[in-house]
DNA sequence: ACACTACATGCAAAATTCTACATATAGTAT
DNA sequence: ATACTATATGTAGAATTTTGCATGTAGTGT
């Protein structure tokens, strides 16, 4: 009988944290834990070509380390794995609930824009 | 005035984290942040020649990650960091106190030995 | 059908990391 | 001094990762 802790697969794990292990894309899980987001918003965030994100999301992604969900043309991009949140949590720190999405000026994505319409909209004399 | 979260140094961390991100490296991690162990313990453990378990520990030692203590020939390595000793908690899970040294049958290192040594002395008649 | 938008994929050169092994050093004992 | 033990360092070829870019694809609106 196997008493209690089995050894860890290192392997295993090393090459899940090889993935976490880079500047960009732990930029990207520490965005993408707080709110779903998709590439677009990604590339502004990053300041990188669309299909240099792509490819760091694609490695995130087969990886197990995020999962992707589809709305029309957007593909949004969020850490659904518990145990990987866990890890950032201990890396960055904690996500303080009010931080939940970052408009960014220059984003075009529905997230960013959905915000910034309305306020405008709302000036238009007459209304 | 800067309100609160600085942005996180993703390039450092990053940097860290992928010396952490290798199975033998994770694996020597594991062992010395339960109690400190010399270089030809590790050697046992791993199953890896001496110079081999030497970069490995050069690599952590250069990036922060440990810290070595030498008594006589013997240099003892452990993992002085308390950031490095919460990543390996969520990574690794928690080490429980009775796990402390695990005698390896096979090494010749002073913390192996010392333990099995009064043992066979113990049991000499006439004592 | 056509164009457009958001994103994915494939590939290759450059950079980095990994591993093995030869060799060096530093402390210890005689 | 000499020999021995424990550990460190240097180096090079192999393997992998990183990055940039050209191109492909899948939905959406007209």
Redo the contacts between chains.
């Keep these: 009988m196997q008493v ?2 089995v050894e ?1 697969d ?2 295993q ?3 899940q ?2 993935l ?8 990207i899980l ?1 965005a993408i834990r707080r709110a779903p987001e998709c590439v677009c918003h990604l590339e502004v965030l990053l300041g990188k070509p669309q299909p240099y994100v792509s490819q760091q999301l694609r490695i995130l992604r087969e990886g197990g380390l995020i999962c992707d969900a589809r709305d029309g043309l957007n593909t949004y991009y969020c850490v659904c794995d518990l145990r990987v949140r ?2 950032l ?5 904690p996500v ?1 609930a009010q ?1 939940a999405h970052t408009v960014l000026s220059g984003c075009g994505c529905p997230k960013c824009v959905r915000v910034a319409l309305p306020l405008v909209v709302e000036f238009t004399p007459g209304g």
């Design positions: 209690n802790s860890p290192f392997v794990l090393s090459a944290l090889k976490l292990a880079h500047p960009e894309r732990l930029r520490d866990a890890w949590d201990a890396i960055l720190g303080d931080s």
